[in-house]
C-alpha cells in the first residue's frame, strides 16, 4: 500500500489574514440539460473503476486545511425564505447577497483570497491531474476513486471562480468562450475535461448511489454546500450523508406549490442516471432524507417538477465590491484590526441570529458539526457504490 500525498507548494493560506480572523470570530457563533448515461464519450471509458482495488491512497491533507479556512456555514435550513436586505448607507441600491436562500448553505470567502492564495489553487488542481499520473486512479477502492473525482472538480471551481471574481453569478464565466462548467480546462490522463464531464460522464456513469449528486459544488447558493473539510475515502459516505439532508430539507432542495412537489433543477442533470422514473424515483430519493418539514410535503403532493434553481455566487460579499465597510467582532466585543463590507456585516449578523434562534427554539437537533463524527455515522467500512 501506498499514499500519495497531492500538494501544492504555492497553496498556502499565512497571506489570508482577513480571512482566517473571520473565521476565527465565526467559529463561536455558529452551531453548527441533462445527457444521455449511454452516451459517455468513448474517452472517458479509461475512468471506469477497475473490478479489483488496490490500498493505495491519496493524502488531501492540505486541501482540508484550506476548507477549513475558507469555508464558512450558513446553518441548516428553517425552511423559510430570507427578507429584504437593507440599502447601502447613503444609496438605494442593495450590496451583497438578495437571495431569499441566502442564510441556506455554506459560503467560500472569495473576497478574502490574495493573489497568492488565488495562484495556489491552479498549482493544487494542477497537482491533482498529475496525482493521476504516479497512481492508477481506476484501480483505487471506489471511495478513494469518488473522493478524487470530487475534489478535482471542487479545486477546479474554486480555482476559476476565483480568477475571475467578483462574479454575480459563476454560471456567466467563461473560459475560451465555453461557459465555465462546461470548459475543458482539466486533463487527467491526457483526457480534457469539464466539470460536467466528470459529473456526467465519470461519475453518475459509474457510481448508482445518487448521494454522489451532493458532493459536487457548483459555486452556487442554489446548490449543495461545499463542505468544510476534504473528501477522502474514509469519510465520502459521511459527508454525501450530509450534504443530502442538508439540501433536501432546505429550500434549494424542495419546496411545495399545491399538490406539487418542487425540486432543485440539478435533479434534471442527473435524473438519466439516478431518476429514471422521475416523479417516483426523486421522491424515494428525497423520503430517505427528509426532515418532518419535507415529509408532509411528499404526503400533500402528487406531482412532481424540477424547478427550484439560484444562480447567485456562493461568497459572502455577493460577489461585489461594496464602497462601505464595518469592522468586525468577536464574541466577547473586541474589535478586529480589519475592515469588512456594510453588506457583509449585515449578512453574519442574520446568520447569528439564526443561531440564536435555533438555539431559542430548542432546535438543537438541527445543529451539525463538520469535524465531530458521531457514533452513528457511518465512516470507513461504508463504500459509496
Known amino acids: 500500500m501506498k499514499t500519495l500525498r497531492a ?11 482577513g480571512a482566517l480572523a473571520l473565521a476565527a470570530a465565526l467559529t463561536l457563533a455558529a452551531p453548527a440539460a441533462a445527457q444521455n448515461a449511454s452516451g459517455t464519450d468513448a474517452a472517458f471509458a479509461t475512468f ?4 479489483t482495488a488496490n490500498n493505495d491512497s491519496i493524502d488531501y491533507s492540505i486541501w482540508d486545511e484550506a476548507m477549513k479556512n475558507l469555508v464558512i456555514s450558513m446553518g441548516p435550513s428553517l425552511r ?9 448607507y447613503g444609496t438605494r441600491r442593495i450590496y451583497g447577497h438578495t437571495s431569499r436562500y441566502r442564510l441556506e448553505g455554506s459560503r467560500i470567502m472569495f473576497s478574502f483570497l490574495d493573489s497568492d492564495v488565488i495562484a495556489s489553487f491552479t498549482e493544487y488542481r494542477k497537482d491533482l491531474e498529475a496525482t493521476a ?12 476513486q469518488l473522493a478524487y473525482w470530487i475534489n478535482l472538480h471542487n479545486v477546479a471551481l474554486i480555482e476559476q471562480i476565483s480568477n475571475n471574481w467578483p462574479v454575480r453569478q459563476p454560471r456567466k464565466i467563461e473560459i475560451g468562450g465555453v461557459p465555465l462548467d462546461n470548459a475543458k480546462f482539466i486533463t487527467v490522463e491526457g483526457v480534457a475535461m469539464s466539470p460536467r464531464d466528470i459529473r456526467t460522464k465519470i461519475v453518475y456513469p459509474n457510481w448508482k448511489d445518487p448521494r454522489v449528486i451532493y458532493g459536487f459544488w457548483r459555486g452556487e447558493i442554489g446548490g449543495p454546500s461545499i463542505q468544510k473539510e476534504a473528501f477522502n475515502a474514509d469519510n465520502v459516505s459521511r459527508l454525501l450523508d450530509k450534504g443530502a439532508r442538508d439540501f433536501i430539507n432546505s429550500l434549494r432542495g424542495t419546496q411545495q406549490s399545491g399538490n406539487t412537489l418542487q425540486v432543485s433543477t440539478l435533479y434534471e442533470e442527473a435524473a438519466p442516471y439516478f431518476f429514471e422514473n422521475f416523479d417516483k424515483d426523486v421522491r424515494a430519493h428525497i423520503a430517505a432524507f427528509a426532515q418532518e418539514d419535507v415529509t408532509e410535503i411528499l404526503a400533500e403532493t402528487n406531482k412532481t417538477r424540477a424547478t427550484i434553481s439560484e444562480y447567485d455566487i456562493a ?42 434562534r435555533i ?9 451539525t458539526f463538520s469535524e465531530l463524527v458521531l457514533p452513528d455515522d457511518e465512516e470507513a467500512d461504508s463504500q459509496v457504490d
Open 7 to 17: 500538494s501544492s507548494r504555492a497553496l498556502a493560506l499565512a497571506p489570508m489574514t
Open 133 to 144: 499520473d504516479q497512481v492508477d486512479i481506476q484501480s483505487l477502492s471506489r471511495n478513494e
Open 80 to 88: 423559510q425564505t430570507a427578507g429584504r436586505p437593507p440599502e447601502g
Open 359 to 367: 438555539l431559542r427554539e430548542g432546535r438543537t437537533g438541527t445543529v
Open 48 to 51: 471506469t473503476p477497475a473490478s
Open 315 to 356: 461568497d459572502l460579499a455577493g460577489g461585489s465590491r461594496e464602497p462601505s465597510y464595518s469592522y468586525i467582532e468577536t464574541a466577547g466585543g473586541a474589535a478586529q484590526g480589519f475592515r469588512i463590507p456594510r453588506s457583509m456585516s449585515n449578512l453574519l449578523a442574520q446568520r447569528e441570529e439564526k443561531f440564536r
